[in-house]
């Protein structure tokens, strides 16, 4: 159990836009902070404590880059800071009684699992890490796992086993990018939290995806039309499960000229695993220090929580598929915690 709550519930304002009205003003002005904060509050009165706690985090990031004088809009941003702190205590109790309900209670935690938490939770700090490129991580940091941009695949027998039906599998993405039926644009829009538009992604069909297994389930409908490669990485990769978070196997469309800005991913506990299945001349993908250019049937993995960027210079589509797995070093008990965590965190509400 943590401490009793030290923050109270923000009082809602009688005289609060409505709903709709904030989100009409948010479809003029993603930056208005009166209406991410009005949103947050609806959301929190909802029992949506999740979305209310993004509105109120995104309102706050705005009030920091663009600081107002406005009195209404000071104390909306004060409101967001006491509903930010509350919703934290909430998250906080919630997610340690979860864990002590399903078995990992403190004590029974992993070393490293527990620390993980900790930091999670605040109750500590991560240590600064002096290199060029760290892990960050946006959703979880993992410590004391070893550090690299790529890994050495030849360690693991599984690669070969997959690569070897590669030629079955090329035919199969070359049918797919006949008519690219099924792909959808990566970064999609939603109303169901505050939206911004990375690098101009949002809704951009340059970079697309198709996927076949997501949200915890297999993609019949695409696996359909690819389960040659479908059951090559169902069969022989060790796959990351996290309940509807991980795996994500999808196929990875880059259109000609399209670039993917760099960015970090949300785990430092897996690595993601690149088949190329075709790529033209002029591509290249970048984690970390280290560049290098696709080779169509050969496996990479890398840690996505290190800085990266892909591009496809060429006139032609670049079609990799994607999937991700545990860190050889997370042990089995880890790797129950860890998704014990996560089941807690999706459940939360």
């Keep these: ?36 904060v009005a949103k947050a509050d609806h959301r929190r009165e909802a029992g949506d404590r999740r979305a209310a706690n993004a509105y109120y985090a995104a309102a706050l990031r705005i009030a920091a880059a663009r600081p107002s004088t406005d009195s209404g ?30 078995g990992y209670p403190r004590d029974k935690q992993h070393p490293r699992f527990r620390a993980s938490l900790d930091m999670m939770l605040g109750i500590t700090q ?75 992604l949002l809704e951009n069909p340059d970079w697309s995806t198709l996927y076949l297994w997501q949200n915890g389930a297999p993609v019949e409908e695409h696996i359909s039309r690819c389960p040659i490669l479908y059951q090559a990485i169902i069969d022989h990769a060790p796959l990351c499960h996290i309940g509807p978070r991980a795996p994500s196997i999808m196929l990875s469309l880059l259109r000609p000229g399209a670039k993917i800005p760099p960015h970090t991913g949300m785990l430092n506990s897996r690595l993601i695993c690149h088949l190329p299945l075709i790529v033209p001349p002029d591509c290249g993908f970048r ?38 797995i545990w860190r050889p070093e997370i042990t089995a008990e880890e790797r129950a915690q860890i998704t014990a965590m996560f089941a807690a965190v999706d459940n939360y509400r």
């Design 126 to 200: 991560r240590l600064p890490e002096y290199r060029p490129y760290p892990q960050k991580p946006m959703a979880h940091y993992y410590p004391d796992v070893e550090y690299l941009q790529f890994a050495d695949t030849s360690h693991y027998d599984w690669v070969p086993k997959i690569e070897a039906g590669f030629d079955a599998m090329k035919a199969e993405a070359l049918a797919l990018l006949a008519d690219h039926q099924g792909f959808e644009p990566y970064m999609k829009a939603t109303g169901e939290r505050p939206q911004t538009d990375h690098h101009g």
């Design 287 to 324: 984690v970390g220090s280290e560049t290098i250019a696709w080779q169509e049937g050969k496996i990479i993995a890398f840690d996505d929580s290190v800085e990266h960027e892909a591009w496809n210079n060429s006139a032609f589509d670049r079609l990799v598929l994607i999937f991700d």
């Design 73 to 102: 809009v000071l104390r909306d941003v004060a409101r967001a800071e006491t509903g930010t702190r509350w919703l934290g205590e909430m998250f906080q109790q919630a997610l340690v009684d979860a864990l002590e309900a399903g």
């Design 1 to 36: 159990m943590v401490s009793a709550m030290a923050v109270s519930e923000p009082v809602t304002p009688k005289d609060l836009m409505s709903e709709s009205q904030a989100e009409a003003r948010l479809t003029q002005d993603r930056f208005d902070i009166s209406a991410l």
